[in-house]
């Protein structure tokens, strides 16, 4: 018999950490960011970071002793509004969310936990329903976006962030054919000029000490990169320690790939990436700017591609965002979309006046192009 238990306290979420991780073998990960790993971390990281503390729901469906299925929830409140929304969709870029589940029973232990009494009392209690950065293939996109959806609830669908991915080819020298000419002949100068000096030297961590200082060069580099052209970035110091905890678990499970460039004993160029569910994710980057003629980024993350090529990875993700460097290196996207679900009166009017001045931003810009 089909039983949903919520966690809503931290030892209760330790200690469910065995259970999902058996699920997360049995539904084989395309991603970190529906591991245990990577929520528990973020959740001992983050939640005191808000104001009031944030209410975690983790759902849970379970046929007997066997987990089915996880939906990460917590509520928070923002100017005076109660949300739930997906857990550890705040401060980190947790792209791809989704239910926890086997592919083939996604859509259906979904609808199953969204139809339960514990969670028509949930969305009760709060204003609206908020979940980000999620794909149109996901059960969340298919069960909240159909408008048939058993919970007769109303959704709002706004394209969000762009993904830009590397289909990859089975070898180097085809992927480098893919390039344009330019950016293949600019490519191949700078790697032979890294190569040809005596004092430079890549590598990737293998070793839990090398994590500290690799970790601390990739913050200190990616600032010093964002002041060098007079722009803020939002990877400060204070996510710091979330990411250091995660690259040591992360390496336990083989999931992390951190590259390093070095100047004799000088990092200057450090890349941040995961391996997971055959791809390889670029996740951050940083860079000293006293190297800029030797193009320490595009040498990483050539370096990147090629070990992801060599582990015969199909897809290189550079995942959220379309700065215009990675349409040098590919023109296929993925979209992402938030939804929100009004749960409230208060919720439907706040929602329906985001929606209307939205319309009033787009409608201007578009006229004052004219």
């Keep these: ?71 990460p929830l917590m509520i928070i409140k923002k100017s005076g509004l109660k949300i739930l929304q997906l857990l550890s969709t705040e401060i980190e870029p ?30 009760r209690s709060v204003d609206y329903i908020w979940i980000k950065q999620i794909s149109d293939n996901s059960a969340l996109f298919h069960i909240f976006a159909s408008t048939q959806n058993s919970a007769s609830l109303k959704t709002f669908i706004y394209p969000s962030k762009i993904c830009p991915f590397i289909d990859l080819p089975q070898t180097e020298d085809e992927f480098l054919k893919q390039l344009s000419q330019n950016m293949r002949s600019g490519l191949k100068r700078q790697i032979n000029k890294i190569n040809k000096s005596e004092n430079f030297h890549s590598y990737i961590i293998s070793d839990p000490a090398q994590i500290e200082p690799a970790v601390n060069s990739l913050f200190r580099l990616h600032q010093a990169r964002f002041e060098d052209k007079n722009k803020q970035t939002g990877f400060l110091p204070r996510r710091m320690e979330f990411h250091m905890d995660l ?63 060599e582990n015969h990875l199909p897809l290189f993700d550079f995942m959220r965002g ?49």
């Design 1 to 71: 018999m089909q039983e949903i238990k919520i966690i809503r306290t931290s030892d209760e979420f330790l200690a469910l950490k065995s259970v999902w991780q058996d699920l997360e073998t049995r539904c084989n990960l395309s991603h970190p960011f529906l591991s245990w790993e990577w929520h528990y971390s973020w959740w001992m990281q983050y939640k005191n970071s808000f104001k009031p503390e944030a209410d975690l729901q983790i759902f849970c469906l379970y046929n007997s002793d066997q987990l089915l299925a996880i939906l």
């Design 94 to 123: 947790t792209d791809y969310m989704d239910i926890l589940a086997t592919e083939e029973h996604r859509d259906f232990y979904l609808q199953t936990i969204i139809e339960s009494v514990q969670f028509r009392i949930l969305i």
């Design 247 to 309: 690259a040591r678990l992360f390496l336990e499970k083989g999931w992390l790939k951190l590259f390093v460039l070095q100047d004799n004993d000088k990092d200057f160029g450090v890349l941040y990436c995961y391996q997971v569910g055959g791809k390889m994710m670029y996740v951050q980057g940083g860079f000293d700017p006293d190297y800029q003629a030797y193009a320490p980024g595009n040498y990483l993350l050539m370096r990147a591609i090629r070990t992801a090529i």
């Design 322 to 370: 379309d700065e215009s460097y990675k349409s040098k290196w590919t023109n296929l996207k993925l979209q992402l979309y938030d939804l929100y679900i009004p749960s409230s009166l208060r919720g439907m009017v706040f929602l329906v006046s985001v929606k209307f001045v939205n319309q009033v931003k787009k409608f201007l810009k578009k006229f004052l192009r004219k």
